[in-house]
């Protein structure tokens, strides 16, 4: 277990950056003002790369929830989805938001530890926005942002985790503290305000100021290591001291979700964590974990909407035991088993 994506679910950096002159509060500019941004900075990627260019305000809202769940999108851009624009690349790892909480949002998204790749990632296409716009920026404050808490270098980096042992043995609680002491911060599934779901927590940076970029990711990366050395320490603990009981909760959950009838979201992102222990831990063997993963927002609500074809004699619970049940015996088997 010494490979960190057996931790590190994705990795995450973001900036924020707003032009100057303008309100930052999205909602007090006029159309002319939300116009020229929209046009300028949607032109700017198409010149750039091969974007997807959404308004929200042509989507439904089940379309905007379904991205929300893809982690494309946050529930601030939902809530100005009069005005707010996505953009993306075609797999949805660079991704820019239009009017969100500042005038523009960068995302770059890695699967697993790899929080240089996404700065790397993002860079350039941050150098060329700051270059065509007249970027809000002050010498003693730097890039100025709605809220004062992003002022500075305007970046967070973030490490999508998956922490079982840690959560079994009652840490985390404990870690949120010293995350704390170190300028970070330990959230739920779905960012901030949300709860943790399937043991997958968000560890960023908050506030950081005096920090450059590279200070911030070093303080995030340093605080990982950590935590990746405890959580694999205490699963082999775990497993050891409680093989049976273990092996039960994952065969069980394997069953469960090869065999519903009906199955709830919250239930099945629990159920999909057990076994990603169960894999871990080589009670199970998971043919491909990056597809996997994805499960926990193919069955989500929206997603599973926007990909099965629903008949008025089928409600979603059920939908999603079957769509679950036929990928979960695609990808799972017991270790020792062909």
Partial sequence: ??????????????????????????????????????????????????????????MPLSRCKALLERHVISKELIENKEISI???????????????????????VCQGFNLEEAFNNLLPMDEKICKSFNIAYDDEFGFLTASPSNLGNA??????????????????????????AFNLTFRGIYGEGSKALG???????????????????????DFFYN??????????????????????????????????????????????????????LEIVKIKDVDLFMKLYYHGA?????????FSQDKEENKVRSEYIAKRVKNLVEIRGKK
């Fill in 155 to 180: 970046m967070r980096a973030s490490v999508m985790v998956f922490l079982p042992a840690l959560e079994r043995s009652g840490r985390i609680a404990e870690l949120i503290r010293e995350a704390s």
């Fill in 227 to 280: 935590i990746f050395k405890e959580e694999t320490s205490l699963r082999k603990k775990l497993f050891d001291e409680n093989h049976d009981k273990i092996c039960d909760e994952v065969f069980r959950a394997l069953a469960i979700l090869e065999n519903s009838y009906v199955l709830e979201e919250t239930e099945m992102i629990n159920l999909l964590s057990l076994v990603r222990l169960g894999h871990e």
């Fill in 301 to 309: 609500s929206a997603n599973l909407h926007e990909i099965r074809v």
């Fill in 1 to 58: 277990m010494s490979n960190f994506n057996s931790v590190a679910i994705s990795s995450r950096i973001r900036f924020a950056r707003n032009l100057s002159g303008l309100s930052f509060l999205p909602k007090k500019l006029d159309s002319n003002q939300i116009s020229y941004l929209v046009d300028s900075v949607s032109a700017l990627l198409m010149a750039s790369g091969d974007y997807t260019i959404m308004p929200l305000s042509s």
């Fill in 86 to 108: 996505v953009a993306t690349n075609e797999d949805e790892t660079l991704i820019f938001m239009i009017f969100e909480e500042d005038h523009i949002r960068e995302q770059s």
């Fill in 199 to 221: 043991s997958i927590y968000q560890i960023s940076n908050q506030g950081m100021f005096a920090c450059t970029e590279e200070e911030i990711i070093d303080r995030v990366s």
